[in-house]
């Protein structure tokens, strides 16, 4: 089994819609929680981090995470074209190590 | 601020031969990391330094791997003899240092894209 489950997709939702994007995990000792964004032929680029449960809200995005249920989600508000891109979620337990998702291809159309 | 460059963006070779991949954090940047994401699978760590130290190699594959950090700055890895499994896109990453490794924001360059044939 995986440490982190993540649906590839592909996603595809009108320009404006609310985007859900979720992981699930199994390792209960996770507490950094990340989603990255990758366009075509670029790297991964830090979108959102939270610490253990919660929620955290950076303009159109939220993130949430429900470690009772190993669950995090991350919404995108208003969906752009420019939204276009594959979203990874990531996390460590507290060291620098990094667990990745396989990443969701979403395609938001104009 | 230039951000973290990987050298060469593509390679193509045969099975058995020798690449060395190169990347060059961002200035500054004591904690250097490389990743591989092997088409269809998730972007997986392979080793952490701290400056010249290798501070975790947990996940390297094999022996055919060798990664180095001469002085503490730019970072090469080398595969040798390099088999087909080993094609896939190979990440570098660039962080300062912090106080605790889970609140670390890793810099991503864009990857070398490795096809072994």
């Known amino acids: 089994q995986k440490e982190v489950e993540q649906d590839p997709g592909p996603l595809s939702v009108p320009e404006g819609a609310i985007v859900s994007l979720n992981c699930t995990y199994s390792?209960?000792?996770?507490?950094?929680f990340m989603w990255y964004r990758q366009y075509s032929r670029k790297g991964p680029e830090l979108l959102m981090y939270t610490y253990s449960s919660g929620n955290k809200e950076d303009g159109r995005f939220t993130a949430q995470v429900d470690k009772s249920s190993k669950y995090i989600s991350l919404f995108i508000r208003d969906s752009q074209p420019s939204d276009s891109a594959t979203y990874l979620c990531a996390m460590r337990t507290g060291g620098f190590k990094t667990i990745f998702g396989a990443g969701t291809r979403l395609f938001v159309k104009a | 601020e230039a951000g973290v460059t990987q050298f060469p963006s593509h390679s193509v070779i045969e099975k058995g031969q020798t690449v060395t991949l190169r990347c060059d954090p961002i200035?500054?940047?004591?904690?250097l990391y490389w990743y591989r994401r092997v088409m269809g699978k998730e972007i997986k760590f392979l080793l952490h330094?701290?400056?010249?130290?290798?501070?975790?190699e947990s996940g390297m594959p094999n022996n055919r791997f060798l990664a180095e950090r001469t002085g503490g700055t730019y970072s090469t890895l080398k595969v040798q003899p390099a088999e087909l499994e080993d094609s896939g896109v190979y990440f570098c990453?660039?962080?300062?240092?912090?106080?605790?490794?889970?609140?670390?924001?890793?810099?991503f360059g864009p990857g070398t894209r490795l096809t072994v044939l």
């Open positions: 200035s500054g940047h004591d904690n």
């Open positions: 330094f701290v400056k010249e130290s290798k501070q975790d």
């Open positions: 390792n209960s000792a996770f507490q950094y």
């Open positions: 990453a660039s962080s300062q240092d912090t106080a605790g490794g889970g609140t670390d924001t890793q810099y």
